[in-house]
């Protein structure tokens, strides 16, 4: 019986420690596991130390990059154990994204250099520093094999993971942004082009990640991820309640990640009311001032005509043009000057520097935006 019990454990032994060794080093991988779920995380480690002590030694590793698994380099450390005798440590996390039997193959070169060759490097100026010559050595390692389970269709999140939602107000006008949040934590993995909120019918939605935390661990990425919306409407709406499946490995188990659904009250606003009660009164019922207006616009004329012809008449001209898109001018910045035009201009021909602004101010589109708020000034100017 002990004997049998001696082969079993021989035999689960096998998968998670690899080694081989020729003349130059020995070599071997560990894995944390073999049998795994999609997109679970996996830590492997390979570790290779100098067996020939003549030269020395430098030891590298590559990961072939393949679509049924992603994988990434979480550290590599060397110690010296003594002359010409150094061990290296490569550290990965890796995710199967295949079910079935996945291999993963590995490129391992080992280069070796006399102490003359290493010492070239540190003679002459700091400008003109000789590469070490090196031979190269390239080892053919067996490609890991794994079995993975793959799990149901859908699944958005493999790990385990919280989400959150934050709405900073449910109440505004027809000329304001809902401005909404959903905010991921977790540890595993996560499908990149996954988004929790879906298309909302009457609405515009501009969209932003901000990853807050997203760090490569052992036990898969370390997230803090947040979702930001922007969502303008005429009416109201409902922000729908999110359900997103996920699957955790450590508890065999699927479950879901959700949020409630909330009302969004839009408020009508007539848009005189926003007018500058200075810069852009309301009419009166009897609004006689256009005779003035008049007025003063044919003494302006006449006077300029008199005293100085064209010259004259151009500058009363800029002045008067001066006057006009005040709003726009001021505009210090691209949200500011979308504001200005959603609300005091209406004109079709105005719709590609919205969407350009729009995608300054929520997409961060590197967009001069001083040469835009001068196109459109100069388009005010020609209507």
Known sequence: ?????????????????????????????????????????VEVSFSAQQKDHEDVMFFFL????????EISLLNKSTKKLGYHNVTTTFNYLLFLKKPGQVHVDFDFTIKTASDDAVAQIYVGSRD???????????????????NVKGVEAGTSFVGDFKISSKVRSETVDQFSTVQVSYILNGVGYIDKKREP???????????????HTFKATKNGYVIEREFAYAIS?????????????????RTHSYY????????????????????DDKESPAPTAYDFSWIKD????????????????FSESLRFKWLER??????????????????????????????PYINTLEMMVYKSSKQNFKEVKREVLKLLHSL
């Open 322 to 351: 001066s006057e006009r898109f005040s709003d726009v001018k001021k505009s210090s910045d691209a949200k500011t000057l979308l504001k200005v035009l959603l609300v005091q201009y209406k004109a079709k021909e105005l719709a």
């Open 1 to 41: 019986m002990n004997k049998n019990l001696g082969k079993i454990l021989l035999f689960l032994l096998v998968p998670l420690l690899l080694g081989a060794d020729n003349s130059l080093a020995s070599y071997q991988f560990s894995v944390s596991k073999t049998d795994v779920y999609e997109r679970e995380a």
């Open 233 to 249: 409407a005429d009416k109201s709406f409902t922000l729908p309640n999110i359900r997103l499946k996920a699957f955790s490995p």
């Open 256 to 275: 879901e990640l959700s949020t409630k659904e909330t009302p969004i009250t839009i408020d009508k606003i007539d848009p005189k009311t926003l007018l």
């Open 128 to 146: 003109n520093v000789k590469l070490i010559e090196t031979t190269d050595t390239v080892v053919n390692i067996d490609p890991l094999s794994f």
């Open 294 to 309: 008049l007025f003063i616009a044919v003494f302006i004329f006449v006077a300029g005509f008199l005293t100085g012809k």
């Open 62 to 69: 590559e990961a072939k990059q393949s679509d049924d698994y």
């Open 197 to 211: 909120l879906p298309p909302i019918k009457g609405a515009t939605l501009f969209d932003d990640i901000v990853d």
